[in-house]
């Protein structure tokens, strides 16, 4: 067995048993494995182990892995900061998008969403560990934010994106994750989607409520950044 293979399994058995933990139903989790700078040939053999489902944060290296991987049928999701100059690449080439943190950015990512394709999902991206962290909308513009993305034709709102900040305490990591599930629950939309949990708070999330865990370092190894 390949070692991504194996990391599958292993992040698989830990989603499973923190799902199982929380009495929630089964694969009412889903795994989104963070390719960003890893070689088009990990996502082929992650594809060929089971997985669809990737996640990249920069758009060029991102459209190089989709060319390269046109063969399989991947579904890609945008989890990066996002500048006004790629929001037309971004509706074009993507399924998902889980890091939408202000309404001019979503509103062009609606205008530009091609017409042949369905409606572009959405994540809104809160911040809830306040100054730690620069991207995410803060809770008190979240409600307006989200009132506003709904109504947009040619996307489809479906829930919240967190990154609190890293901590390996439980309790913290609790606070932080249920923070985000009281958020989702006080906006009045039919929202079904929390984009929450990493390597290693995965545990915590799904405890909390999380429906995709975005799992990098666990399935492809520590990120080398020395060549960029
Ligand atoms: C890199 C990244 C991840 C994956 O983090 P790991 O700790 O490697 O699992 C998840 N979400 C976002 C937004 C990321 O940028």
């Known amino acids: 067995m390949s070692t991504i293979a194996d990391n599958i399994d292993q992040v698989s058995s830990r989603i499973r048993a923190a799902t199982q933990a929380a009495g929630r139903a089964e694969n009412s989790v889903r795994l989104l494995a963070v390719s960003k700078t890893k070689p088009a040939q990990d996502l082929r053999d992650a594809h060929a182990a089971g997985l669809c489902d990737f996640g990249e944060n920069y758009l060029q290296e991102a459209l190089g892995k989709q060319l390269e991987l046109a063969d399989l049928p991947l579904i890609w999701h945008f989890i990066g900061p996002i500048q006004s100059n790629k929001t037309r690449a971004i509706a074009e080439h993507f399924a998902w998008v889980h890091s939408v943190d202000r309404l001019k950015i979503a509103q062009r990512l609606s ?8 409606p572009l999902n ?10 730690a962290s620069k991207s995410g909308c803060t809770p008190a513009d979240l409600p307006a934010l989200a009132e506003a993305i709904s109504t947009l034709p040619r996307l489809k709102l479906r829930g919240l994106m967190a990154i609190p900040e890293p901590t390996q305490d439980r309790a913290e990591q609790d ?4 923070a985000v599930q009281r958020l989702q629950d006080s906006l009045n939309l039919p ?18 409520g999380a429906t995709w865990v975005r799992i ?7 990120r080398d950044y020395s060549q960029s």
């Open 111 to 118: 205008e530009q969403r091609p017409a042949e394709l369905p």
């Open 122 to 131: 959405i994540c809104i991206q809160v911040n809830v560990s306040g100054e």
């Open 175 to 178: 606070a932080a994750f249920a």
């Open 191 to 208: 929202l079904d989607t929390l984009s929450m949990g990493m390597s290693h708070d995965l545990e915590s999330a799904i405890a909390n």
């Open 216 to 222: 990098g370092t666990a399935l492809f190894g520590a």
